[in-house]
């Protein structure tokens, strides 16, 4: 062997793997070309590598392989090296020969020494590109294959710097519903119809745009200004194929926020972008109509308003800012007061601050548990108070958030609340609303079945406005149903529309159970009409009595009867 030709070779082949200062990246081709001389010099038909993220990978046979030279002719492995990283990838390279060579001109000793020195430089260098190339993917993609937030603010800061955000626009959406999506048609086609989703709205974003996977359904988005309108258009719904031979797809939808970026903005920090489209975000998922929400003034007007009251409720908590004010419900039988609804007011710096203003913002939190255990607690107060000055007390309903059913020390700490203050157990009625998941279900059943078993009355508060109605009067013991003001027949509504035919019925279902009904919302004579007609028994709304003080509720006690006179249909 000429010894001089090889180490002229493998020198050439270091300097060619390692590049020159100005390079970014070595030569391939030159490498290639290299290593099929060093091939040929030991008689070798073929060369190549393979890399394996993981040891795992390497038995699955999930791996990049790379061939420098083969020369297509029949061969045998007759050297091969194995690397395991410090990061437990692999990295083998192997040598062959022809059948032929292998048995008549076997490597020598000397000759195996030299190429060891030849792959495991091959090797190195194939170890340090792949896994440079594997640390970006995994800190730049998730799990998935998607790219990630760190890809994110990266892709914004490099658009930044070059001045380019201006005039685009940021989007952060949720694919709507998607768990029923893999519900339906399984998980893998799931995958399937997400990953086909997102493709096609790449293909809509422009050249600076990207799109962005934040766990879950949760995706965020930057995209050309022009483009915003089909962009919005496509994730308000668009079909997607899950199985293109046969045709079969799905309609998806997208809950997103939009902040379109103004001309000449400069980004000091990711977050003056990410504070936008999250709390754009959050406006449209709130329950409206609309699904795609564009960030403005009020929306922002709206955050701050939110962050002072989250800021403003441990203070407020603590110097029992908050008031029960108890709403009545009259037997429209008699006109005799027949309970409360205790309904929570903040009585702030003289100002009277109303439910719609912070129960939201609480709701988003486990702060509203707190509220609720307070107000429990403060009705637990009133109703000894009024038993140990000999009024007439009457049984008062407080509600308790679906937050609680995260709680499984619930039902203890209910019955502890009303113990504590030595209320007796049927002067509690505990309103809760229908669920809206399997697992909130079985707590609701198990919270309400503990309560009936304690005393404590319980109802079910907006009857009608969920999804599982039926199934929560058949397998739930309630004692009361509320049924929701959206039911009660309005202005002219004729006995055979639908709201007064549901109405109706509703009302008979509930009574043929056994429970009694109160209906909420009663603001005209015609509707009270309707009820006593119907036989629902109970009512509140605005027709009897406003929310009340506690000191003009007292009034109420002692012996107050309503005007419920039958004018006739």
């Not at 962050?307 to 029960?324: I, Y």
């Amino acid at each position: 062997m000429d010894n001089m030709r090889f180490f002229t070779l493998l020198e050439r082949l270091i300097v060619a793997l390692t590049g020159s200062v100005s390079d970014e990246s070595p030569d391939i081709d030159l490498v290639n070309s290299i290593l099929r001389e060093i091939c040929m010099m030991f008689r070798l038909c073929k060369g190549e590598t393979c890399f394996y993220e993981s040891v795992n990978h390497e038995r699955l046979g999930k791996g990049e392989k790379a061939v420098c030279y083969d020369s297509g002719e029949p061969c045998v492995t007759v050297m091969e090296i194995r690397v395991v990283t410090k990061v437990m990838a692999v990295v083998t390279c192997s040598v062959y020969m022809t059948k032929e060579n292998a048995e008549q001109a076997p490597l020598t000793d000397e000759e195996r020494e030299k190429l060891d020195i030849v792959m495991r430089t091959v090797l190195n260098f194939v170890s340090r590109g792949r896994l440079q190339t594997v640390v970006q993917r995994l800190a730049f993609q998730d799990d998935r294959g998607f790219r990630n937030p760190r890809f994110f603010q990266r892709h914004l800061a490099k658009i930044n710097e070059q001045q380019k955000l201006g005039g685009m626009a940021a989007i952060h959406f949720n694919l709507r519903h998607f768990a029923l999506v893999n519900q339906e048609i399984g998980r893998k086609a799931g995958d399937v119809v997400m990953r086909n989703h997102i493709s096609g709205l790449e293909r809509l974003l422009g050249t600076d745009g990207v799109v962005c996977r934040l766990g879950g359904d949760n995706f965020v988005a930057l995209c050309a200004g022009d483009c915003l309108d089909s962009v919005v258009a496509y994730l308000a719904e668009t079909p997607v194929f899950y199985d293109v031979n046969f045709g079969k797809r799905v309609r998806i939808s997208a809950s997103a926020g939009v902040y379109r970026i103004p001309e000449g903005f400069v980004m000091q920090d990711p977050g003056e972008i990410m504070d936008r489209i999250i709390t754009s975000l959050q406006a449209a998922r709130n329950g409206g109509k609309e699904h795609i929400i564009f960030y403005n003034d009020t929306l922002r007007e709206r955050k701050e308003k939110k962050m002072r009251v989250q800021q403003r409720f441990p203070e407020a908590l603590r110097n029992e800012e908050f008031k029960v004010y108890y709403q009545p419900k009259i037997n429209i039988l008699t006109g005799r007061l027949a309970g409360a609804e205790a309904l929570c007011r903040w009585e702030r710096k003289g100002r009277l601050i109303y439910p719609d203003d912070f129960i939201p913002v609480l709701e988003e939190t486990t702060d509203i548990c707190k509220l609720d255990f307070y107000m429990l607690d403060h009705v637990c107060q009133d109703i000894r108070r009024w038993l140990d000055e000999g009024k007439d007390a009457v049984r008062v309903s407080v509600n308790l958030s679906r937050r609680h059913m995260m709680d499984i020390d619930l039902l203890q700490t209910i019955i502890d609340i009303i113990d504590s203050r030595n209320v007796p157990h049927q002067y509690i009625e505990i309103e809760l609303t229908e669920t809206t998941t399997d697992v909130e279900f079985r707590d609701l059943k198990r919270v309400v079945g503990g309560l009936q078993q304690a005393g404590v009355f319980t109802s079910v508060d907006d009857f009608g406005v969920g999804y599982s109605s039926l199934n929560l009067l058949r397998e739930i013991p309630w004692n009361a149903l509320k049924v929701d003001r959206s039911f009660l027949p309005v202005g002219d509504d004729a006995e055979s529309s639908s709201r007064f035919v549901m109405f109706k019925y509703v009302i008979a279902m509930a009574k043929e159970l056994g429970f009694s009904c109160i209906a909420e919302g009663v603001e005209t004579q015609r509707q009270l009409d309707l009820l006593r007609d119907n036989h629902c028994d109970l009512a509140q709304g605005f027709l009897f009595d406003r929310p009340l003080s506690v000191e003009a509720f007292e009034e109420r006690l002692s012996g107050h009867r309503y005007s419920v006179e039958h004018t006739g249909k």
